[in-house]
């Protein structure tokens, strides 16, 4: 890729990926969630792939490294979705209301969901970039 | 109980490609199946709502006879073919063996789920990892397969997806035993019908939508195919009974009667004239859900017991008769009928036994099966009866077809056939003959399925009272 | 509303189109995401409601919320099926190119052909 | 002609469509107790104020789980396909 798309890759990569990170954090308050975040996440990597080969982007992530967290992340995933059954009185919110706090296991399926999400996108953008 | 099931089966699911152990998704399978049998003997009907909320807004799982008799026979073939693919797939086992618990986990979903959207995204996982395991061979025939498999697929699962919003829409809930109370049999809710029973008659391959199966089969391995033909099928007839049992529908139904009947008949023609061991099962496979689907149409209590002892049967006869043809690709590496003779006496009883079933011989468990829908159909109208009786026939002439290109060629292939793929063929072969003898443990089985399919208020008062 | 549902069944119907007409493979993975995108479509506008707002709780909303804001269910449920439909279409991705490499061609007709 | 046929095809199948999209007890928010029922107690039982992502992890979590396997499903399927694909045709 040219010049130009390399150095805005260059200047943009660390915002996309912070931006991706504040629509996780934020699932529970503002619109977005673990999907939207995830995808953002992913999307910036993906730039990374295009502008750069991908040679240089899987510096930044492996696939196998992408494969494997993906499986532990997932397994993590299906513990506290399945632990929620049980735990329905622990859940109730405590902290201050419409703060970052307000609904943990939100806040942390959110993150986790996200992880998961750009995991296996990057995964599956990288596998489909081969030649 | 069910959350221990589902955490295993995830676990195995994850584990298997970070540890590379298969064992592990072929004991979970196991554990799901002894849980599920488990949970066949208790007489309730139990209730579970995920995350601890009450029905209407939560999702809940509901086990009653019909499901957890579904249940049993998914999870059984499953654990079965898991251990006779532990010799028979040579090449990248691990991520097979993901692929089986994942399809595993979505035909066990389908079964057991009370809540229409949490059943298309167990369709979804049911169809999505069977695309990939369509394609797992690699090679021209998997691909073409695939292809057409994940287009058709997908495009009848959005026709499903369409008949979910239509009904949210028009009843503003998505639990089953909700939907029940509140659905009327006004022409906007046939629609939705019409597209849910046009989806799920892709997974049961009834005429229009069958196109598919023999492609697909025909590019995966034998054990998957052994999937296909009946659990699979099985889910896609559950779906549609299901459906209308929602809609409180279970009555004569002369679309489905015709539909089953051209099924039947086309499927057998088809299976006749073909050269390719799995695409003649494949299309065998369609013209016994014919039948099936023929004497769900009647409505009548005969009708539905012989369905579903239909369905318990096919999945066997077809489970074993796809992995005794496996064994012989396995051997000769050949699918063409002509250059597949071997000498074998196991494996020789054994696929004789299955294709004796397949055809409805008396002392096994086809015969069985087939005198009951000779019977249900001879109640509506004896051309039915003819029909089936003609199918039939057809059905006997390409078993034989099998069978003598198998056994009777004058090419022999002197053959050993490991131990771990015979000792599932031999299992199954056992069962065959065991309810062929005693037809009255089957139909114990099916009894109370029949009976919680036919009282709807059961459902419901189980559901919301509970 | 008549609009968007007319709309909704326009695209759906041009998606179906793609997916069984057309020869192209690809095509007949952009017509799935096409029919796909109508039902999300669909889904949206079940949840309409007249002056209605996004079902999120702010300070300034709360005493209204519960009367003016749209069915947030529908939302939910469409990003579930957006993922499915991601996962779908990355496979059938997948599929095409393992295709391409195997046949060199992307026309159904012709793989069908070469194959015999 | 087949084209012909396929068209008149597609057009029934929108005009069904359209009868219950546009028949009077499509999408009335009379019926929709659920969704009220999210409305009213979203914020009080999960302390999640967008009600959406407290019914995709709470309320409906269990939909979200199926969802993520679907994704990872998708991921080993390209997984198999491509890497071994790609040995394979070499």
């Known amino acids: 890729m040219d010049v130009i798309i390399r150095n805005v890759t260059k200047g943009l990569l660390p915002f996309i990926i912070v931006f991706g990170v504040y629509i996780l954090l934020h699932g529970h308050l503002t619109p977005g969630g673990s999907f939207p975040g995830g995808v953002i996440i992913a999307s910036g990597v993906a730039l990374l792939a295009i502008s750069f080969g991908l040679r240089k982007a899987e510096r930044l992530v492996k696939e196998e490294t992408a494969h494997v967290v993906e499986g532990i992340v997932a397994l993590f995933l299906v513990l506290v979705v399945l632990f929620e059954s049980f735990a329905r009185d622990m859940l109730t919110p405590t902290g201050m209301a419409f703060g970052l706090w307000s609904a943990q296991h939100v806040l942390l399926l959110n993150v986790v969901g996200g992880v998961m999400v750009s995991m296996a996108l990057i995964l599956i953008v990288f596998l489909l970039m081969k030649e | 109980m069910i959350v221990y099931l589902l955490l295993v089966l995830f676990a195995a699911t994850f584990l298997v490609l970070i540890v590379k152990r298969d064992e592990i998704a072929i004991i979970a399978i196991l554990f799901s199946f002894f849980s599920m049998c488990y949970m066949f003997m208790n007489p309730e009907i139990m209730v579970f709502g995920f995350g601890g909320w009450s029905p209407p807004f939560g999702i809940v799982w509901v086990l009653d006879k019909l499901n957890v008799f579904l249940a049993l026979l998914v999870t059984g073939i499953s654990s079965v073919i898991a251990v006779y693919s532990l010799k028979y797939i040579k090449e990248r086992r691990h991520r097979y063996y993901t692929l089986l618990c994942l399809i595993t986990i979505g035909l066990l979903g389908v079964s057991l789920t009370g809540d229409i959207f949490n059943l298309y995204v167990f369709f979804e996982i049911l169809s999505v990892s069977s695309y990939a395991l369509v394609a797992f061979f690699l090679n021209e025939h998997a691909i073409e397969g695939a292809f057409k498999y994940l287009m058709v697929g997908s495009m009848t699962s959005l026709f499903i997806l369409i008949g979910i919003a239509m009904l949210y829409g028009l009843t503003g809930t998505l639990n089953f035993a909700d939907l029940a109370s509140k659905i009327s049999h006004d022409p906007p809710y046939m629609v939705a019908l019409g597209l849910l029973v046009a989806g799920f008659s892709l997974k049961a391959t009834i005429v229009p939508f069958h196109a598919w199966k023999p492609d697909a089969i025909e590019g995966t391995p034998a054990p998957i195919g052994a999937i296909f033909t009946s659990v699979s099928t099985a889910i896609g007839v559950y779906g549609i009974l299901r459906i209308l049992f929602i809609f409180n529908l279970i009555q004569i139904n002369w679309v489905l009667i015709l539909f089953g009947a051209i099924t039947m008949l086309l499927g057998a023609l088809m299976a006749l004239v073909q050269v390719n061991v799995k695409r003649m099962l494949a299309y065998s496979g369609v013209s016994q859900i014919g039948y099936v689907i023929m004497v769900i149409g009647f409505g009548t209590l005969l009708g539905i017991t012989s369905g579903l002892y239909h369905i318990l049967n096919n999945a066997l006869i077809k489970t074993l008769l796809f992995m005794g043809i496996g064994i012989g690709i396995y051997l000769t590496g050949k699918e063409n009928l002509n250059e597949m003779g071997m000498k074998n006496t196991p494996l020789l009883i054994c696929v004789g036994i299955g294709l004796l079933s397949l055809s409805g011989i008396p002392p096994l468990n086809g015969f069985v099966s087939k005198w009951l829908i000779f019977m249900a159909s001879w109640e509506i109208s004896p051309m039915l009866t003819a029909i089936a009786i003609i199918a039939s026939a057809l059905t006997l002439a390409y078993s034989f077809k099998i069978f003598s290109a198998m056994f009777l060629a004058n090419r022999k292939i002197e053959a050993k056939v490991p131990k771990i793929l015979l000792i599932p063929v031999i299992i199954l072969t056992a069962l065959c003959v065991f309810i062929g003898v005693f037809p009255q443990a089957g139909l114990n089985m099916i009894e109370p399925a029949v009976n919680a399919l036919l009282n709807q208020n059961q459902y419901i008062t189980a559901v919301f009272g509970g | ?116 | 002609m087949k084209g012909f046929l396929f068209i008149i095809c597609l057009i029934a199948l929108g005009g069904m469509f359209l009868y219950v999209f546009l028949s009077p007890v499509f999408g009335v928010w009379e019926r929709k107790e659920v969704a009220d029922y999210y409305l009213d107690n979203a914020f009080e039982r999960t302390g999640s104020a967008n009600v959406v992502s407290s019914i995709v992890w709470d309320f409906r979590g269990f939909d979200t789980l199926g969802e993520e396997t679907v994704l990872f499903t998708a991921a080993v399927g390209v997984f198999t396909i491509v890497i071994f694909g790609m040995k394979r045709g070499k």
């Not at chain 3, 099926?81 to 496979?91: C, F, H, M």
């Open chain 3, 1 to 116: 509303m008549i609009e968007v549902y007319v709309g909704m069944v326009l695209i759906a119907l041009t998606g179906m189109y793609c997916m069984v007409w057309k020869k192209n493979m690809i095509k007949k993975v952009i017509g799935l995401g096409i029919f796909t995108n109508s039902i999300h479509l669909l889904l949206i506008a079940i949840g309409f409601r007249t002056n209605g707002i996004p079902p999120i709780l702010t300070q300034v909303n709360a005493d209204y919320f519960a009367m003016q804001a749209v069915d947030p269910l529908p939302q939910a449920l469409v990003l579930t099926s957006i993922v499915i439909q991601l996962s779908v279409t990355a496979l059938a991705l997948g599929i095409v190119t393992l295709a391409y490499r195997h046949l060199k061609t992307l026309d159904t007709e012709r793989m069908n052909r070469l194959r015999g």
